[in-house]
């Protein structure tokens, strides 16, 4: 089935660091791929999506560009600030498969230290 | 800006107890979808509805239930409770392919 692999946690930068979360996907359609941002304590969040081959998102200066040829989603961003500390989750949705309507398939989160 | 709102907040509950979550989606938003977050864990996608019938079917247990109801309100019903049904409880509205997450219930069970 669709699914989104990322990679593990924790990340630890020191503010103003670039970032990189490597996110890629199996689906057996054309899915939508999205980032959500799950602060300390709080909800999911959606930072950005895309939902075409080529499409970039981008969002509080984070960007992450569907890649089809790789299957891949990574999210970067080129200056990270100790309030970027937070759990990224990436994710998929596949309306092609049938059922699938909009549900979110997460990847296992990576966790994101930002330090003074 | 109005967004998802859930109750109760937190809730605690002994083994085999029943509990009731409820989830009170976006005005004119029509779908809803719960979700299951153990701990440390990313979010397990459980069922959803549209238009008050269900949509699609994840990996909800058979000891869990849930409608959506006139008013577009979700409830997720679970009953002989165990204990790794411990776990932040989320639901999402939407009206189309962009989710919005309500801040989730935190249920302990003991």
């Known amino acids: 089935g669709d699914s989104v692999t990322q990679m593990e946690g924790p990340v630890t930068l020191s503010e103003e660091a670039f970032l990189t979360i490597n996110c890629t996907y199996t689906?057996?359609?054309?899915?939508?791929l999205f980032w959500y941002v799950q602060y300390p304590g709080e909800g999911l969040q959606l930072l950005l999506k895309a939902t075409k081959a080529d499409d970039k998102g981008s969002n509080k200066g984070f960007e992450a560009t569907y890649r089809k040829e790789t299957t891949s989603f990574h999210l970067e961003k080129g200056s990270v600030q100790v309030s970027d500390s937070a759990v990224y989750f990436c994710a998929l949705s596949d309306r092609s498969v049938e059922g699938s309507g909009y549900a979110l398939n997460f990847g296992k989160g990576t966790s994101l230290l930002v330090t003074p | 800006a109005a967004g998802v709102i859930q109750s109760p907040r937190h809730l605690i509950k002994e083994k085999r107890e029943t509990a009731t979550l409820k989830c009170y989606p976006i005005?004119?938003?029509?779908?809803v979808y719960w979700y299951q977050q153990g701990p440390g864990q990313d979010p397990q996608f459980l069922i959803s509805f549209y238009e008050k019938m269900q949509s699609d079917k994840g990996s909800i247990p058979d000891r869990f239930s849930a409608q959506q109801f006139s008013d577009y309100h979700s409830e997720l019903n679970m009953s002989s409770l165990e204990l790794g049904d411990s776990a932040l409880y989320f639901c999402a509205s939407s009206s189309g392919a962009k989710l919005f997450f309500g801040p989730g219930t935190r249920l302990t069970v003991t």
């Open positions: 689906a057996t359609g054309y899915p939508s």
């Open positions: 005005p004119r938003h029509d779908t």
